[in-house]
Structures are given as C-alpha cells and as structure tokens.
C-alpha cells in the first residue's frame, strides 16, 4: 500500500502542480489587483463581524472553523517536514505560496458564497467546489467528481495525520510504553491510550453538526493560536541576535538552496498548500455556511485567514526551530544521508520533534508539554473542519441517491473518520504525511482547474463581485447582493433570499 501511494504522489505531486498553485495564485492577484494587500484593513473589519442566523455562522466563526481547518499539524510538524526535506529557504516558498494563494483563497470562497443552498432538511447553509461546479461551471459530473475526492479526502486521508502528530507529540513525553500486538501492529500501549482519547472526543464533537464544531473551534482556536504565537514571540525576543542570521539563512538560500532548487520550491510549496489550503479547495466550505451580505465578504475573510496560518503561525514554528537549531536537512529520503545535521540522526522527520526541542531548549520540560497541548488542540479542531467537509459532500450527492441516503452516509463518514484517526495515530509519521499529500494534491488539481476554467466561463464573475462590493462600500450605502444585476443564474440561496424580503 505505501509503494502505491508513493506512486500516485509522484503523479500527483509533479511540479506541474507545484506551478499551478503558483501560477493560479499570481494570476488571480494580478486579476484583483493584489486585494490581499490592497483591502487588507477591510479582511480585518470583516473577520470580527460576528452576525449569524439559526440557519448560518457568523463570519468570525466561518473565520475560525477555517483557521481549524488551516492550523493544524501542518503548521508544526509540516513546517519541521519543509525545512528537513527542504532547506531553510522551503520557508520562504511557504511565504510565497500563502501570498498569492490569499486571492485564490478570495475567489474560490467567493464563488462558494454566490452558489451556496440551504439544506432542505436541516435548514443550514451548504457551500463549496461541488455546489459551484454543478451551479456555475455548469458541469454535474465534474461536481459530483470533486464531491467523491473530497470526501475521500477529507474523510480517508488527512484526519491520520493530525492524530499522528498528536501521538507523537504526547509520546516524546510520555514515552511510547510497552510494545503490544494491536489490531496486527506493534505499537506502545501509551500511544494506544492516545489514540483512543482522541477518538472518544472527536466522536463527542461531531455528533453536533457544524453549530457545535463552530462553538467550539470559536472558543480554542484563537486561544490555542494567540499562546503559540506569544511563545514564538518571546523565544525571538530572548534570542533577538540571532534573528538576522536566521532570515538570512532563509532568504540567502533561496536561489542556490542546499537541498537543491526542487527541493525547496517543492516542499515548501507542498506543506504550504498543505497548511494554508488556498486553491485546495477546502476553505470554500466553511465559507458556504457563514451568514454575509454580499459573496465577497467572505471571500476576503477566508484570504486573511491564509496570511494567519501561513505567515504567522507557520513562520513562528520556523524562526523557532532555525533560531535553536534544533534541525536536520537530509539530502535524500534514504535514512542517515544529512547535508546539515544539528541533532540525533533518529528524530523524525515530520513529526512535532524539531519544534519541541527548539521550546525545550529555552523552556525546558514546560516547552515539550506546551508544544503537545497546542497539537492537541490545532489538530484536533483540524479533525472536526475535516468532518464537516465530509459531512458538506455527503449531503451534496445524496441529492442524487435520494435524501434518505443523507442519513446512512454520514453515519458511514463518521465512523470512517474515527477509524482514520485511529489508524493514522499508530503508524509511523512518513506513511501517514504521504497518503495525506495524496488528499491535497487531487483536490487541488480539480479545484484549481475548474475555478479558473469558470473564470472565463462566467464572464470573470468573482473580478465582478469585488468591484460590486468596493463600489457600495465607497458609496456608504447598505450592502446588498442580487445575483440577477450580473445576470447570474442558480444562485437559489439569494435569489430566494430577495423574494422574501
């Protein structure tokens, strides 16, 4: 099994990839004339508007259910996997990923928010890739496509990789305990006892739909987010000489990296995708379930949430890590091959290690114990957004199997959420990152293909709306949206939504 899905991420993962989300996020820059720096205070006015409905989430919780989903392990362990495999100037790649990708992040939420449906038996909003394609590309099929990638995605590959770094997390403290026979694998009885509390509470969590992952991701997220970011901070401020030598060593590396050009550009592209999710097709979905005015709205709400996890969150984890030390680079995937080697040959890579022995360093045991409390909880947030995701797709093509299929389907995608959880914390870190990057790369493939497909076929709707939307902001009057003014068509949610005002 891992000989083929090294495989299908050799596909998946080739640099023509790597130059799509690049050249996607460069293109719809250019297109919106940079919004991510030119509305920048307006992301920020709008991330803290908290009006929601019985029916919608605000979109400060849509902000956060998404920053859930962003921040996770891949801001700690993936920033430790970029720099490893990478270099220190994969950092940098990682930087440029997140600005660009911050207007493919605007576009692909924005779309979301034009097409967006209320569930018929729920009565909450659902948006995302599927919805948009059927509605505005126009194409059921390719729809109905991405739903099944997204699903299997979201459902089958990623939630392993958050409770793997969990685990590890916890066992570099606790130690891994006694080696059993589980379910057909060695693994340490303490690791198990890991596994099965993180189960047990995603489990709790779920059964609440997106108002409870919502309620809860409000109240973790930006605590969990603020302490990381503070701890990064005074780690900086105590070792304030050495900070210029680190961003040298990012940005001197940049052109002639250590671990070869590919290589940077490759992984830091990868786990920067990975992290901030911009064109991967993800963020639309929370954006579909927040309560705004008009489409843009969210649209610019979710490209700052890019610049939080990229260029805040993954850039603390790496000044952290480049500032004590506390990595490796290792020229090949073959074990024991390092161009540099500051630690033990034996810690992982791709796992929390580097970054906890960066706190450990400064802090001493409180630094371990930190680092595995705010895994614990960036990756287990990150679980629930991925659940509702799975939960957002289920729903979509139980449109074509019959509503009473909805039931049965996301009974079926909890349970196999649990199991991948399960899985995915008692396996080794490398096995586990690889199916992961599968998950990314085919959703971002579809994504990034169909958005800028619909671009030209809709007339450049989402250049359309942001005009629209900066127009009514500099005149002062109310903010409204009526998709027939741009001669939108199956935009139901809104067109409904003027019929009964």
């Known amino acids: 099994m891992n000989d083929v899905v090294d495989w299908l991420n050799g596909i998946i993962w080739s640099p023509a990839l790597i130059y799509l989300c690049l050249g996607a996020g460069l293109f719809y820059s250019i297109m919106t004339r940079f919004v991510q720096l030119r509305l920048f205070g307006e992301m920020v006015r709008l991330v803290f508007n908290k009006t929601k409905s019985d029916d919608g989430i605000s979109s400060f919780q849509a902000f956060v259910v998404a920053l859930a989903n962003r921040v996770g392990v891949g801001n700690i362990a993936g920033v430790a996997a970029a720099i490893g ?7 940098f790649w990682m930087w440029v990923v997140a600005f660009l990708g911050a207007s493919t992040a605007y576009a692909e939420s924005t779309l979301s928010q034009i097409y967006k449906e209320r569930d018929p038996i729920t009565g909450q909003y ?10 505005g590309l126009g194409q059921k099929w390719y729809a109905i496509l991405f739903a099944v990638a997204m699903i299997i995605s979201c459902g089958v590959f990623l939630p392993g990789v958050q409770a793997n770094g969990v685990a590890s997390a916890v066992t570099r403290i606790t130690g891994e305990g006694h080696l059993v026979n589980f379910l057909g694998l060695e693994v340490g009885t303490l690791r198990i006892a890991v596994m099965a509390v993180v189960v047990v509470a995603v489990g709790v969590i779920i059964l609440g739909g997106i108002k409870r992952i919502a309620s809860f991701a409000e109240i973790v997220v930006p605590f969990m987010a603020v302490g990381y970011i503070a701890l990064a901070l005074l780690i900086m401020f105590m ?12 940005m001197g590396d940049i052109f002639n990296p250590m671990a070869g050009f ?3 550009i490759g992984w830091g592209v990868k786990r920067g995708v990975y992290s901030n999710e911009a064109g991967q097709g993800t963020g639309p979905h929370h954006s579909g379930a927040a309560e705004v005015d008009h489409p843009s709205q969210q649209g610019l709400v979710q490209a700052f ?3 939080v996890d990229t260029l805040i969150v993954c850039t603390a984890t790496a000044f952290m890590i480049l500032t004590m030390g506390s990595y490796n680079v290792q020229g ?6 390092f161009i540099v080697q500051n630690i033990d040959s034996a810690v992982e890579i791709g796992t929390p290690a580097f970054t906890q022995m960066a706190l450990e360093t400064t802090f001493g045991s409180f630094g371990n114990y930190f680092i595995a409390v705010a895994i614990f909880f960036f990756a287990f947030t990150t679980i629930l957004a991925y659940y509702h995701i799975a939960e957002i797709n289920v729903v979509y093509l139980s449109r074509f199997l019959g509503r009473r299929s909805q039931k049965t389907g996301l009974t079926i995608a909890k ?6 959880v399960g899985y995915g914390a008692l396996n080794n870190a490398g096995a586990i990152w690889a199916w992961g990057d599968v998950g990314v790369g085919m959703t971002a493939w579809l994504n990034i293909i169909g958005i800028l497909i619909m671009f030209f076929m809709s007339s450049r709707i989402t250049m359309r709306m942001l005009a629209d939307y900066e127009a009514q902001r500099k005149s002062g009057q109310r903010i409204t949206f009526d998709p027939a003014k741009f001669g939108i068509k199956n935009a139901t949610f809104w067109e409904e939504r003027l019929k009964n005002k």
Do not use: H, W
């Open 262 to 264: 590919g290589a940077a």
């Open 126 to 135: 659902r948006g995302g890739p599927a919805y948009y394609f059927e509605k």
């Open 85 to 91: 495999f990478g270099g220190p100037s994969a950092v």
């Open 305 to 307: 949430s890019v610049y």
């Open 332 to 337: 090949t995937l073959e074990s024991g091959q």
């Open 415 to 420: 349970i196999i959420i649990l199991i991948m």
């Open 239 to 250: 070792n304030l000489d050495k900070i210029p030598a680190v961003f040298g060593l990012i």
